[in-house]
């Protein structure tokens, strides 16, 4: 089993609803780290190409890059958590990988030590 990472850092702002109250808007700069795994290697001794990774990460994260959560689709309707953050991008990764690797985890730190992790369901390479 191969596995890398690569990570992307993006700056936005968000605010909360927790417990019916929503909390003062507030910036992060925001840490994406993506883990894919595989079984095998292409021609050229890779799993996958970084570049081609980190690429998806920003077209993925562009929209909020800069902006507020809470008025940047899916955010606008969904609580703009560490934990849906992590889920959006897990998701879009997903449907754009290749066949031969598969999402392991996108793992999202909003501030130093609170970080939240996306494993999608029966991960298997």
Do not use: K
């Not at 050229?44 to 920003?58: K, V």
């Amino acid at each position: 089993m191969y596995r890398i990472q690569v990570e992307h850092v993006f700056d936005a702002a968000h605010a909360l609803l927790i417990r019916g109250e929503r909390e003062q808007s507030h910036r992060h700069d925001w840490r994406v780290v993506l883990t894919v795994v595989g079984q095998h290697l292409d021609r050229d001794g890779l799993l996958c190409d970084f570049h081609e990774l980190e690429a998806m990460l920003r077209e993925i994260t562009a929209p909020f890059d800069g902006g507020d959560l809470n008025t940047t689709p899916p955010f606008n309707t969904v609580n703009p958590t560490a934990e849906h953050v992590a889920r959006h991008v897990g998701e879009h990764v997903c449907a754009c990988l290749p066949d031969s690797i598969r999402l392991e985890r996108i793992a999202v730190t909003e501030a130093v030590g609170c970080i939240a992790i996306y494993e999608p369901e029966g991960v298997t390479a």
